[in-house]
């Protein structure tokens, strides 16, 4: 019995331990700009898969207001890779950091003139220009270990 109420106890602690609300054991990229982007990601994805469908037109539009949301927000933080710039080098890496959000920022401002005028071909260019754009923004900012 003793074994019994030992393994359920332990099998309690191991569930606790790796429940999604347990920041116990949080990862260090948890942070504030991670979860932004990752936001941003989410909704990426989804428009990806359905720029094209005309019938989801203000879905996609939500969806690009929903990213320029993220990246407004992200704008304003710091990547986690800041802290291991040379002190004379932070500001200049952080204004890098700030210029390509701007400059992502309106990039999905020409997507969502391009949905709301129904080209969708111009829609399809412009995530793809967004997604080599995403790309050089990890390389420059984010932690290798990703």
Known sequence: MKAITALLTLATAFTFA?????????ADDDTPLTKEMNGVNKDLRKLKKQVADASKKDENIGLVDDIKKHLVTG???EPATTKDQ???????FIAKYKEQIDSTIKDFDAL????????????KTLLEKLQKDKEQGHKDF???DK
Not at 18 to 26: D, E, K, Q
Not at 86 to 92: E, H, L, S, V
Not at 112 to 123: G, H, L, Q, T, V
Request: glycine share 2%.
């Open 112 to 123: 969502s003139a391009a949905i709301k005028a129904d080209k969708a071909d111009e829609a």
């Open 86 to 92: 040379p002190a004379d080098k932070k500001a200049a």
């Open 142 to 144: 984010r932690p290798d």
């Open 75 to 77: 704008r304003d933080m």
């Open 18 to 26: 790796l429940s999604p609300g347990n920041t116990a054991f949080a």
